[in-house]
């Protein structure tokens, strides 16, 4: 198989963002590695994964919006990311491409250094596709899962493909009936001012946003000012990337490392 010197890996996306650069990287020092990631800003998918194959590219993030353009291009799909419909990772193992969704995983990994997710009852908002991601993850580890969603037709549809309960728009949101609730629509990604859940928690809900720019989104200052538990999107973000350097390298990852080079490049682009 056609190897590069450094170990290259990297990202495609529309366009190219330097975080995962920053993330990987740090891992990859940390863990002594002669490997090194390029964010790639590319218009053609297909021709992107032909490229993975060409050049030895050990393993490539997949971002937006190309998580399931890639999939019918690749030699495997794990599972999970089949179920979910959407590849975030793509491991080369040997010139054979393994598609991965590591998402949910980072979500379930985020939420349950919090709390256990075993019988919880889980109100996502959202029908995207980290919604999706968050929804499978919430339901392999056993929590009851209802569904919210602006468009009626698409959260209807993401609850009874996975086989979550639908809950209705996110106005149908009644925080008594919940333990958990999860901001996973893009209201509140760069947006410091806008909160889905405005005037709508309770002080008993542990609250998890997936947008992780800024970190602390305007649902989460809301929610830790009521006294609720929160969960950031920077948590989620780290522990998918987490997974990504387990596959890249076989190795465990160095998640502090990792969540400092994070949170110094969010600071660094000042949202
Ligand atoms: N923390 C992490 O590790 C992580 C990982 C992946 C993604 N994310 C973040 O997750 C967010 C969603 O990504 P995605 O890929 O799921 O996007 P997507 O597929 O475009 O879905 C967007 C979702 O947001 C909803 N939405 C958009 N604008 C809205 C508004 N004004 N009011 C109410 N709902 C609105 C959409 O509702 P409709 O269906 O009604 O349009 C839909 O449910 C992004 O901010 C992304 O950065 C975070």
Redesign the pocket.
């Known amino acids: 198989m056609p190897q590069s010197l450094p170990t290259l890996c990297g990202s495609i996306m529309g366009s190219p963002f330097s975080l995962s650069a920053k993330i990987h990287n740090a891992a990859y020092a940390a863990l002594g590695l002669d490997y090194t990631f390029v964010c790639f800003g590319v218009d053609d998918p297909v021709a992107a994964v032909a490229a993975i194959r060409a050049l030895g590219v050990r393993g490539m993030n997949v971002s937006?919006p190309y998580k399931t353009a890639v999939i019918a291009h690749l030699d495997a799909i794990d599972e999970a990311a089949k179920v979910i419909g959407a590849v975030n990772t793509i491991n080369n193992l040997d010139g054979v491409l393994t598609g991965y969704n590591t998402?949910y995983l980072?979500a379930v990994r985020a939420l349950e250094e919090v709390c256990a997710l075993h019988n919880k009852r889980v109100a996502v908002i959202?029908?995207?596709?980290?919604?999706r991601a968050v929804v499978f993850g919430c339901l392999q580890a056993e929590a009851e899962v209802t569904v919210f969603?602006?468009?009626v037709e698409?959260?209807a549809a993401l609850a009874e493909d996975l086989g979550a309960r639908w809950g209705g728009s996110?106005e149908a949101f009644a925080a008594e009936s919940f333990d958990i609730v999860i901001n996973?629509?893009?209201?509140g990604?760069k947006q410091p001012q806008s909160n889905?859940l405005d005037g709508r928690l309770a002080s008993h809900l542990i609250v998890m946003d997936?947008?992780?720019m800024p970190v602390h989104t305007a649902l989460l200052l809301q929610a830790q000012a009521l006294g609720c538990r929160t969960v950031a999107?920077t948590r989620?973000?780290v522990h998918?990337a987490c997974r990504q350097i387990e596959l890249y390298t076989g190795k465990p990852a160095p998640i502090d490392i990792m969540e400092q080079a994070m949170l110094q490049e969010i600071q660094r682009l000042k949202l």
Do not use: E, H, K
């Not at 959202?126 to 919604?131: L, M, Q």
């Not at 996973?184 to 209201?187: D, L, N, P």
């Open positions: 937006m998402d980072g959202g029908a995207g596709g980290a919604a969603n602006r468009s698409r959260g996110i996973a629509t893009s209201v990604f889905p997936v947008a992780f999107g989620m973000l998918q």
